[in-house]
């Protein structure tokens, strides 16, 4: 049987908690003035152990939300059957930070005296993340002020279901720290947000889109597809509450526009109006055939950005 740091020396870093080991240095020494240096060989149980000073910091990195709607948030539609040249699915998510923060202390919070004995450290700390280095998804941009304001809030009262991690933080991609335990009192005593529209919900568009590619030397077709219908699939909230309500869905409109030719496809969608940046693809060797095309039009609150795999 393998000592527990001898396991740990044996699995390497996930590239996503190699993400966060250059923020986590920053921010521990912005909070203790003084050098952090990374001990390289802790990788696991906890993740990341840093010594400050005569301080020494274990760290455990945990991503959210919940692993069934990230699985969802990618999981690509299937070509339809019946012959349909496009096909979308609106997929309407719980935006419950709140629970995603508190389940992830009941769950980290249990593993805590394995992490006490595996590594030897004056504080445990848990460090919370969403699930991709690429974005926040669904949480908020940094020009987002009041969102973050929001987040922060909801994120806050979720940790206050008590941990007995030293401190509890959550990472943004760009390096933004939310301080969440061990930095004074929550200010929300009650969640008591106004629902009379239904709870908060994030959406995303999945799309799957047929195109006949032009032969090589053939013109290029424009195609045009306004106020596109689409499926709405609703993932349950795992607030208790919640559950009882509908969702607030923003209501949305979609347009496709497409410029396909025997070298390039140029996707523009344009929701509620609103221009966003195009996707484009290579078509050659398409050229004179059908190509499908599956397209992740990804949304928070108050933007959407697009994503395309062809």
């Not at 912005?30 to 000073?53: C, H, M, R, W, Y």
């Not at 940046?277 to 108050?302: F, H, Q």
Request: glycine share 4%; hydrophobic share 35%; charged share 30%.
């Amino acid at each position: 049987m393998l000592h527990p740091k001898a396991w740990a020396m044996t699995r390497t870093r996930k590239k996503l908690e190699e993400y966060f080991i250059p923020h986590l240095k920053v921010f521990l020494e912005s909070e203790f003035e003084v050098e952090a240096e990374l001990d390289a060989e802790q990788v696991d149980n906890p993740d990341t152990l840093f010594t400050i000073g005569e301080k020494r910091v274990a760290i455990e990195l945990s991503q959210f939300p919940d692993k069934y709607i990230i699985h969802e948030f990618h999981k690509k539609i299937e070509k339809p059957q019946n012959g349909e040249q496009l096909f979308c699915v609106q997929k309407v998510f719980p935006f419950e930070p709140h629970r995603w923060v508190h389940q992830a202390l009941v769950k980290k919070t249990a593993r805590l005296p394995n992490y006490r004995k595996n590594v030897e450290a004056d504080e445990y700390w848990l460090a919370l993340h969403a699930h991709s280095e690429h974005t926040d998804w669904p949480m908020s941009q940094p020009e987002q002020e009041e969102r973050r304001r929001l987040e922060y809030y909801l994120m806050k009262f979720g940790a206050q279901s008590g941990t007995t991690f030293d401190r509890v933080i959550y990472f943004y991609r760009d390096g933004s720290v939310a301080k969440l335990t061990g930095y004074g009192e929550c200010p929300l005593t009650k969640l008591s947000s106004a629902l009379e529209s239904g709870y908060p919900s994030v959406s995303s568009f999945s799309i799957y889109l047929t195109l006949e590619v032009p032969a090589e030397g053939d013109p290029e077709r424009f195609l045009e597809f306004s106020d596109v219908d689409f499926e709405q699939k609703v993932i349950e909230p795992n607030d208790t509450h919640w559950r009882t309500l509908a969702p607030d869905i923003r209501q949305r409109t979609l347009d496709i526009l497409v410029n396909v030719s025997s070298t390039e496809a140029v996707f523009q969608f344009l929701i509620n109006g609103k221009k966003y940046n195009p996707i484009k693809c290579s078509t050659r060797k398409y050229a004179g055939s059908e190509m499908d095309a599956a397209i992740l039009v990804e949304g928070d609150l108050n933007e959407f950005k697009l994503q395309g795999s062809f």
